[in-house]
């Protein structure tokens, strides 16, 4: 009963402070995930910085009418409908800014709907 107390306190010792630093994490578990909104007629975030060579997983949501999200150089299409969200995952291999558009018509604004993947070393 003792040593299974002491082995629970050290497993928390451990992971408590892991929980709290998720820069850690991020290291040790692959691939960061992004989560993107959209609706009418934007996203957020608008802008996003990806390291050059770190596998990504960007994970669209709509909380309107349906919207897309490609970036063309990047081969990345997705298209995601209120309550269904859509995701890829992608490794950027140049650095450089790599605008996206929504690639669902969605109304009036929807030639506005951009999003910056701003890609660094
Ligand atoms: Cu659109």
Redo the contacts with the bound molecule.
């Keep these: 009963m003792k040593g299974k107390s002491i082995r629970l306190a050290l497993l928390f010792a451990v992971l408590i402070p892991m929980a709290c630093s998720p820069g850690i994490i991020r290291a040790q578990s692959g691939p960061r995930t992004i989560e993107i909104n959209?609706k009418?007629?934007g996203f957020d975030p608008a802008d996003i910085t990806l390291k050059k060579g770190q596998p990504v997983i960007l994970v669209l949501k709509s909380s309107d009418v349906?919207?897309?999200l490609r970036f063309r150089e990047l081969n990345v299409d997705l298209r995601a409908r209120s309550g269904i969200p859509a995701q890829t995952q992608f490794t950027p291999e140049k650095t450089g800014d790599f605008v996206g558009?929504?690639?669902?018509?969605?109304?009036s604004?929807?030639?506005s709907?951009k999003l910056t993947l701003h890609v660094v070393d």
């Design positions: 959209a009418k007629f349906a919207h897309g558009h929504c690639s669902v018509f969605c109304g604004g929807h030639g709907m």
